[in-house]
């Protein structure tokens, strides 16, 4: 397994334009996260699923976010009318839980948006 | 009040320091990550603990439940440990910290 894998690594476009951003997580994993960084700050929550199921979204995304994972496998983030705020590091992460328990966490190396 | 709080915020140690990050919670969780970021790096995974102690080569991490907190030592540090070291909780989804930045210098 290659690990997570997050496409495209850079993306500028212009303001007003819709993005959508790809993660393929490991293989069997079944939680898949999605996150935010902005430059010096930590990671900022957005949304994550359980398999195929949203289980929550960040209340500080508005409706120009949307996520998907329709097969449980690879998901997708979407950004329709892209803002100049929109302009950071899109973070993609998965792991293994069983019922109560925790797995341990494998990042991808991000996709990088920026918004002129 | 943050629900994940890390200190300190910046850390510069010399080499072969003795290092200490701290990372409180107040929000019961499952299990505690501690992350590490490189400069235009990506992020990686030092340990998950959801009692007790961890070591990896001269990186410790301990937990406990009941106060809440979680500290990461660095034994021996070296200008290559230079990263954000960052606490995440886990709750089902994950709580961040807003990470703790060392630099150590040869």
């Known amino acids: 397994d290659t690990g997570v894998s997050q496409n495209p690594r850079h993306k500028i476009t212009k303001r007003g334009q819709n993005v959508t951003f790809r993660c393929d997580p490991i293989s069997e994993h079944n939680r898949l996260y999605w996150y935010r960084q902005t430059l010096g700050q930590g990671p900022e929550f957005l949304t994550y699923?359980?398999?195929?199921?949203?289980?929550?979204k960040s209340r500080l995304l508005s409706d120009r976010f949307s996520a998907e994972r329709p097969k449980g496998s690879f998901s997708t983030l979407e950004i329709q009318r892209t803002e100049q705020g929109d302009s950071a590091m899109y973070l993609c992460a998965s792991s293994l839980r069983w019922t109560q328990s925790a797995g341990e966490l494998f990042f991808g190396e991000g996709s990088r948006l920026t918004v002129l | 009040k943050n629900e994940v709080e890390q200190s300190p915020q910046n850390l510069t140690a010399q080499e072969g320091e003795f290092i200490t990050i701290n990372c409180s919670y107040s929000?019961?969780?499952?299990?505690l990550h501690w992350l590490q970021q490189h400069p235009g790096g990506g992020i990686v995974s030092l340990f998950m603990?959801?009692?007790g102690k961890k070591k990896h080569g001269r990186l410790i991490a301990t937990i406990n439940i009941q106060e809440k907190h979680s500290s990461l030592h660095i034994t021996a540090s070296h200008p290559r440990d230079s990263a954000v070291y960052i606490c995440?909780?886990?709750?089902?989804?994950?709580?961040f910290g807003k990470g703790t930045k060392l630099s150590v210098k040869p």
């Open positions: 603990l959801s009692s």
């Open positions: 699923f359980q398999n195929e199921a949203q289980l929550e």
């Open positions: 995440a909780v886990d709750q089902g989804n994950l709580i």
């Open positions: 929000v019961g969780i499952s299990a």
